[in-house]
């Protein structure tokens, strides 16, 4: 599958989530079988591009090509200097944001909300494709089913940005209004596929192999996007290549592979974040990585009090250990356990 003059790697893609695919997650994404990882989205306010938290995002240091950054904004100008803004700092490829619910930026909503001004959506898009036109960057766009039940013009809306230059489009299949509640529906994603000749990517809800296998075949995408069901748990790349090319599951993860997986992850969010950060933002990563493993909840627990990044590694390290005394490989989650943390992932 090609994105403009991109090859990649497979059909399998790491979904944008703020906070959480940062670049030693995206790496590790795409080391464990995603054929390509979107970055966290760059707000299009110039004022914040100088921001601690903004530099941290346009740093793609021995990041694998191609590299794309969602922006998000409502403003079609301000979308396309940041376009420009970022291909500058090394993005390939532009992914616009209309898929977050609830994003405000100059107190206007952004993300999905663009979806309820159809005239905006395409100029922002139309401005973007122009911006990077000249540097030969092809541009995405992310979105939702729709605004409201009532209201689901992703199929117009896929092709107006189809006649404005969007070179592929990935639809979560929720609306605006359902946030993370309720299921993802397909039937939208496969008439957007069906409406469009560009490459269409379908979201939404993807937890397993099967459901992978499901979501393609009934949407008939060309690629899916994993997001909630990777925190924790990025190897599900692997496992759903695996199963794809072969029907057959691949057994889980030995315990000491996914010991050396987090503590490497580790490693680098340090690198990335510092100590302070470092050591708080990774909770939220360990944690994610030790759900329902035995003595979970206790281990959080102590867990969440260490200040220090050497301190965390050498916990996970002795958790893990402890674990790798008990069992040879992590215990596989059942579908209904999937489903339920998928919806307790959904905090966006
Ligand atoms: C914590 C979190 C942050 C997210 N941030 C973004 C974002 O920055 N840009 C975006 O387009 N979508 C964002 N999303 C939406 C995801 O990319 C994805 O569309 C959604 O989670 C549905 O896919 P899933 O069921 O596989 O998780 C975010 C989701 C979560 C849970």
Redesign the pocket.
Known sequence: MHIGSHLLANNLFA??????TDRPFRQLCRRLGAGYAVS??VTSRRELWGSLKTSRRVNHEGEAGPIAV?IAGTDAPMMAEAAAYNVERGAQIIDI?M??PAKKVCNKWA?SALMQDEALAVAIARAVVEACAAHGVPVTL?MRTGWCRSHKNAVTLARAFEDVGIRMLTV?GRTREQG?GGH?EYDTIAAVKAAVSIPVVA????TSPEKAREVLACTGADAI?????AQGRPWIFREVAHFLATGTHLAPPLVAEVKRLLLDHLQDHYLLYGQYTGVRSARKHIGWYVKGLPDAAGFRIRMNSIEDCAGQWDAVAAFFDELAGAADRIPAATAAELDNE?EA????
Do not use: F, L, S, W
């Open positions: 979904a944008p989530m703020a906070g959480v966290e989205m969602q944001n898929g977050c993300g992310k979560h993370y993802a979201n939404g809800d993807i996007m994993i997001g909630r069901a998928q992932a959904g905090t966006q």
